[in-house]
């Protein structure tokens, strides 16, 4: 662990901050570089990129507050401290895909097509962001003698951000392999879903840090079901759309 990288006088800089910034520019650039090659302006999807970044970030800390809402209540300065961590992907895909919905449809862009460029390049950002997780000793895991040492809780526990890094990395490797190569509109959108949700679903079983609220689960997890779903749904909906047309 490693909650703050050094200071400079007065001026702190934290890794969890560090590595949404460095995620931020990474994704950006890789994602400018791939609209160039689909002959896509790279400047309107940086811009897109841009807000889909922040607004999920606000999005996600918007819900961590709010399912944590008795700690927020009794410490209320906490809420604008993201540098301690606290995010809830959930938060940010609702939050980051209704901002991503009125850009596409205020500069007239393709829905699924705009949407399946920018989609390996958000998991390759939470890639990088979980390892401020771990660098920042949040979204901890379960207690385990083959696990890592967290000062914090003078504990050894299993490093569920660093297998959600790398699992994420490897959805991010796959949705690239697709995204390179013939696909519907709005397959890769699908398989993220369908991805991201199967990984949380069972990273979660692993983790400590949220109650099991409904026959052992999480609300994480009955909320990666619903996804899930979602995305069978969708994939169903495109494929069907596909033979009609053919």
């Known amino acids: 662990m490693l909650p703050e990288i050094c200071r400079i006088g007065s001026f702190t800089i934290y890794s969890y901050g560090l590595m949404l910034v460095l995620a931020f520019f ?47 209540l009794r410490h209320p300065l906490e809420i604008i401290m993201l540098q301690h961590g606290g995010m809830a992907w959930f938060g940010g895909l609702l939050l980051g895909s209704a901002v991503a919905l009125l850009f596409i449809k205020r500069y007239k862009l393709e829905l699924f097509k705009t949407l399946d460029l920018i989609i390996p390049f958000i998991a390759l950002g939470q890639a990088i962001g979980r390892i401020g997780c771990l660098l920042n000793g949040c979204c901890f895991g379960r ?65 400590n840090d949220s109650p099991r609220i409904f026959c052992g689960l999480t609300l994480f997890q009955i909320l990666c079901l619903c996804v899930f779903f979602i995305s069978l749904g969708l994939t169903r909906k495109i494929l069907a759309a596909k033979n009609k047309a053919g």
């Open 143 to 207: 207690e385990s003698q083959s696990g890592l040492y967290f000062p914090v809780f003078d504990k050894f526990l299993i490093p569920t951000q660093l297998y959600s890094s790398l699992l994420l990395l490897l959805i991010f490797i796959l949705l690239r392999f697709k995204q390179d190569r013939q696909h519907l509109p709005g397959e890769i959108l699908c398989a993220y879903l369908f991805l991201y949700s199967l990984k949380r679903f069972f990273i979660e079983f692993l983790r």
């Open 26 to 72: 990474t994704a950006t650039w890789l994602c400018s570089r791939q609209a160039a090659q689909e002959k896509q302006n790279p400047e309107t999807v940086f811009n897109l990129f841009f807000y889909v970044f922040i607004f999920g970030i606000i999005g996600s800390r918007l819900f961590y507050v709010l399912i944590n809402a008795d700690f927020y």
